[in-house]
């Protein structure tokens, strides 16, 4: 793997606008740094082959290896040195702005843990992506590397992070009153949108199937009538409030096509939208 030169960012723009900015990035066979005050910048580093050691504050005392990467944060003191014979081979990227430090807090990247990366390739072509940019010092280039940095700290975040999600559990105590609360919250606010009731039902850990056993014993009918009256409920009421208002304005509205709309309408309602609105602004 070729060596990148260094190359340096000098943002024009303070660290309120583009709050994660990239100060340097490069590789290079690593000699022994001792930086006593720290750096001016927060530095994510990449063992591409080789081995070396690191030690903070004077106290911790860490071995790197190939594919591992760690995290120094910027002021701490440092230092770090190779420990084999064979040449130590380290990426870098430094970071800068204002929220460097809180967004890696957030994720859970602490100060000089040794990172497993799991996927090397895929993560080291986007620190390559950012080194092509940083070729350029222009403002397009300073935006597009931002991006490019939040995803690089995603994927590293990622790799390197044994997760698996599972949809929360309700506890048993007071669970029907508790997952219904959570599904008609979500409808409630979401139905006015195209909402797919299986990832509903998926955000409360449970099967569509249960959730409709669920809403028919507390509301005597299926998770999808319920969405459905919703949707009615708010189309009478704006055919009521707007006598000019039109069947397509209502059903985009409602996030659904107006001949759906027409016919969820007189299923419900024993008339047509039309008809009702006819009805209800005769005088």
């Not at 859970?108 to 390739?121: G, K, T």
């Not at 620190?127 to 590293?156: C, D, P």
């Not at 949108?193 to 507390?218: A, C, D, M, T, W």
């Amino acid at each position: 793997m070729k060596e990148l030169p260094i190359r340096f960012i000098t943002s024009p723009f303070n660290q309120e606008l583009i709050p994660l900015q990239m100060y340097t990035i490069g590789s290079n066979h690593q000699t022994a740094i001792h930086r006593p005050k720290g750096f001016s910048a927060t530095q994510v580093f990449i063992t591409l082959s080789g081995s070396g050691r690191i030690r903070v504050n004077g106290e911790s005392d860490l071995v790197v290896k190939e594919q591992q990467a760690f995290i120094i944060y910027e002021g701490v003191p440092h230092e770090y040195f190779p420990i084999t014979d064979d040449p130590w081979l380290v990426g870098f990227i430094s970071l800068r702005g204002a929220s460097v430090t809180t967004m890696l807090a957030n994720m859970e990247f602490h100060n000089c843990e040794v990172l497993h990366i799991r996927n090397f390739e895929k993560l080291w072509n986007l620190a390559e992506q950012i080194w092509q940019l940083a070729e350029n010092n222009g403002t397009e280039e300073l935006w597009q590397i931002s991006v490019l940095l939040y995803t690089f700290l995603l994927e590293l975040r990622k790799q390197t992070t044994n997760f698996s999600y599972q949809p929360p559990k309700i506890n048993n105590s007071n669970s029907c009153e508790a997952i219904l609360e959570h599904v008609t919250t979500i409808l409630k606010e979401h139905y006015t949108q195209p909402i797919r009731l299986s990832e509903v039902s998926k955000s409360s850990g449970y099967s569509h199937q249960h959730l409709n056993r669920l809403f028919r014993q507390f509301y005597g009918v299926t998770l999808n009538q319920y969405l459905q009256n919703l949707r009615i409920l708010h189309a009478v009421d704006l055919i009521e409030r707007n006598k000019h208002i039109t069947l397509c304005e209502i059903a985009e509205e409602l996030g659904i096509d107006t001949r759906y709309f027409t016919r969820l309408f007189k299923k419900n309602m024993g008339m047509s939208p039309g008809e009702y609105k006819r009805i209800s602004h005769y005088h």
